[in-house]
């Protein structure tokens, strides 16, 4: 059974193929033209959507070695995303799954993101704890069975990712900033400058109290002083995110007693999270997924996989299926 997946839910054209629940191609068409505008422009991002998704398919198709009158089902994301962004890949799902009297799955962004965990795990053990923490969202989530999940902690306001881009962008850094802080941070030192970790209820979060602590700071220094200690000051902004994710992390784990953990989203690629995931699995006695690269920022490969999953229950969407911009 082969399945295509479309994930065009932000600024990246994400296109899979699975053949049985295995990844045979992951594909992503990026936009460049976000990056002179120092954020992610809604109207520009749909063309674009418009532009690449076309070839990113025939890309997946030509690289998973078949053609399109092989598919047996068509996925996209319907939401939570850009709602233009979204409607290119419904409209494209739809068209094509007509076309070819195939099944259309729906599938929601975040649980794509939380079953990322399963890509080339079938045997993954549950429950388990997953932090989802990306540009939009960061969370803790209880993950009981495959699509079976319950949210037990949220961020108040922003998410770790926009902690980290606008961190970034108060340093006059190109977005999006995260990774790059993650490239200066890897020569810094995390201790130099302290920040605080903001109160929030049981394991939710609040990153915009950081945020403006991090706007104090930058505020009070030289444009010398910043560009002098880049590395220590991205190394002590990056620290103190990833510590204040543990914090809450820990509590669940260790109020719900599991010890199996995922990480997932965009901000999951980030070094300094991953190296302490790996040593906190140690201290801890932890089994832990670290997701590969290609499947941590916004992908299609999550998308197939959690349709593979709702494929099995036979969860198929009709043709008024829409996009939506928040909840699922
Ligand atoms: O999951 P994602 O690709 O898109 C959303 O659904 O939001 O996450 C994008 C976020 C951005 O905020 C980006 O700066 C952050 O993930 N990110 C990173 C790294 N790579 C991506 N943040 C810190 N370190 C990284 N290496
Ligand atoms: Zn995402």
Redesign the pocket.
Known sequence: MYLLAIES??D?TGIAVLHNGNILANMVAGQDVHQAWGGVVPELASRAHEKNIVPTVDAALKQAGITVSQLSAIAFTAGP?LVGSLMVGVGFAKALALSLNIPLIQTD?LVA?VMSSLIGKPDFSFPYLCLL?????TQIIRVDAPLKMEVLGSTNDD????A??KA?KMLGLPY????L???YAKDGDPMRFPFPRPRAEKYDYSFSGLKTAYLHFINKQTPEFLAQNLPDICASI?HSIVDYLFIKLKLAASDTGIKTIAIA???S?????RNRLTQEAKTNDWQVHIPAFEY????AGMIAITAWYQFLQRDFAGQDAVAYARGG
């Open positions: 839910s932000c990246d995303g962004h993101h923490v990306s540009g939009g969202h998410a770790a990712g926009e980290f881009d970034a999006p900033g995260g990774p802080i993650d490239k990056q989203g965009g901000v690629a980030n070094t300094g999270l941590c920022t916004d992908n």
